[in-house]
């Protein structure tokens, strides 16, 4: 399971020894078994030092290929962000804990754990939405109130005490969307501590900035941003073509076949002075998300712009419908 503890004892690693066993197993996928090429356009434009690659995502292994290259090519790592719900197999969590992998976290993914914790069942998608509703408000201060009687949620999701991902829920002193919010939180306050150590240690770090899996491109979400304008790192732009016929279903053992990854211009801190934040903030905290959105939503539309132009015709944005995505309690469980 990801909890507070787990996301504690991740340690990252500059030359990370099973993400370089596993890059010889590709190696033997990419060139005999059934062999496939790997294309790289401008590989001149990624700077030195530690980046950020903001990536599309048209497949569950678009990166595989592109790790490959970059460590045969530059001997360098990366730390990829990945859905927080591959923690919570152990073998898998094992293997993504010593790869670098980032888990993210949601409070949709805190909702549905604890949900699941109290209840012995995963929520309905009505109460899902009223769970999420309550959640939502209490960000804005809003109270009980918001929430219809209609979606009324199980009293033993809010009375019984428990310590689902590594804080203590006390009905007695605090409401369950607070309880909720807490743990976000400190899991959040975590997740951005590993992403500087990423960069300190001299990991790139590899994001997917729509989040979802889509043949064509999505519009970004903010959490790249504000990792980037926290951080300062450059944002290396990464348009993937073709990597989709290669994992065209669930198995890690590329199809034969070519992927294209064309490299645009970084975008350097110093790029995006309009965009600056001039007081110190917290990234994803309810405050910060408030008072800076417009410099985070103008950077990833950036970030997103710049992807796009890198991009193939059948990959290019057209639209805000993903042709892959998990819908429902399922993302997150």
């Not at 909702?111 to 999420?132: H, L, M, N, W």
């Not at 809003?142 to 019984?160: C, H, I, N, Q, Y």
């Not at 899996?213 to 450059?234: D, F, V």
Request: proline content about 7%; overall charge negative; some cysteine.
């Amino acid at each position: 399971m990801l909890d507070i503890d787990r996301l504690k004892r991740i340690r990252l690693n500059r030359y990370p020894l099973v993400q370089r066993m596993v890059g010889h197993v590709l190696q033997v996928n990419r060139y005999w078994a059934p062999g496939f090429e790997i294309e790289v356009e401008n590989a001149e434009r990624i700077p030195d030092g530690p980046v950020i690659y903001a990536m599309n995502h048209t497949d569950r292994y678009n990166y595989f290929p592109f790790q490959v290259w970059i460590w045969r090519s530059f001997n360098r790592f990366t730390a990829t962000w990945v859905k927080g719900k591959y923690y919570e197999n152990w073998f898998v969590g094992s293997f993504m804990e010593k790869t670098n992998q980032l888990p993210t976290i949601s409070r949709g993914y805190i909702i549905s754990k604890d949900f699941f914790s109290a209840v012995g069942r995963p929520p309905t998608p009505a109460e899902y939405e009223a769970a999420r509703k309550w959640v939502d408000a209490a960000i804005r201060g809003e109270g009980r109130e918001t929430v219809p009687e209609s979606e009324a949620l199980p009293e033993a999701l809010l009375s019984t005490s428990r310590d689902v991902l590594g804080y203590q829920f006390c009905p007695d002193q605090e409401d369950w969307p607070s309880y909720v919010n807490s743990t976000f939180r400190l899991m959040m306050e975590r997740f951005v501590e590993l992403n500087e150590e990423a960069l300190r240690v001299g990991l790139d770090v590899l994001i997917f900035p729509q989040g979802t899996r889509s043949k064509r491109l999505l519009p970004g979400h903010i959490g790249l941003s504000q990792i980037a304008l926290h951080t300062r790192a450059p944002v290396v732009p990464v348009g993937c073509n073709g990597c989709d016929g290669l994992y065209p279903g669930g198995s890690p053992w590329a199809k034969k076949g070519r992927v294209l990854y064309r490299i645009g211009e970084p975008i350097q801190y110093s790029d995006v002075a309009a965009m600056h934040i001039h007081e110190p903030y917290a990234p994803f905290t309810p405050d910060s998300e408030t008072r800076h959105l417009k410099e985070f939503e103008d950077h990833a539309r950036l970030v997103t712009d710049r992807i796009d132009e890198l991009l193939d015709e059948p990959y290019r944005r057209k639209g805000d419908s993903a042709e892959d995505a998990t819908s429902g309690v399922e993302r997150f469980l």
